[in-house]
């Protein structure tokens, strides 16, 4: 009977560990399928701030330099993400799943960094992006 209870309940532990590991993969996924439509709007976003940069004669050297380090900041933030799905390997069922977990919530940090840093070149860009009242 308790060789019985011992083997139900490895079952059960490693149950859970697949159940966590799916819901971090859904949980990290979920955070790149918020960021990544925004990488047409960072590249829309750059090519406005270079059209507004080489249209405006009159820009000031320093509001030129500011959105030359916007532009910066969304290439950084783009290349963020396309450096990050190029790394990102889901875990396959054949890896030791507290190793899948571990995995799992460390790529889970990574994309969310990924995600607020586009956010936050998005954020800047704005400021140069819309119109003058």
């Not at 590991?21 to 090519?47: F, G």
């Not at 509001?63 to 993400?81: F, G, R, T, Y």
């Amino acid at each position: 009977m308790k060789k019985l209870l011992s083997i139900w309940m490895l079952c059960i532990a490693a149950t859970g560990c697949t159940d966590r590991s799916k819901q971090l993969y859904d949980e990290v996924m979920a955070i790149h399928d918020d960021a990544m439509p925004k990488m047409d709007n960072i590249y829309r976003t750059k090519q406005a701030l270079k059209k507004k940069i080489s249209g405006t004669p009159d820009i000031g050297e320093q509001e030129k330099k500011n959105i030359e380090q916007v532009i910066v900041s969304l290439d950084s933030a783009s290349d963020a993400m396309m450096d990050w799905m190029h790394a990102f390997t889901p875990p396959d069922d054949s890896i030791d799943k507290d190793m899948a977990i571990a995995y799992l919530e460390q790529e889970k940090q990574n994309i969310t960094k990924v995600r607020d840093r586009m956010h936050d070149a998005l954020a800047k860009a704005k400021k140069y992006t819309t119109p003058d009242p």
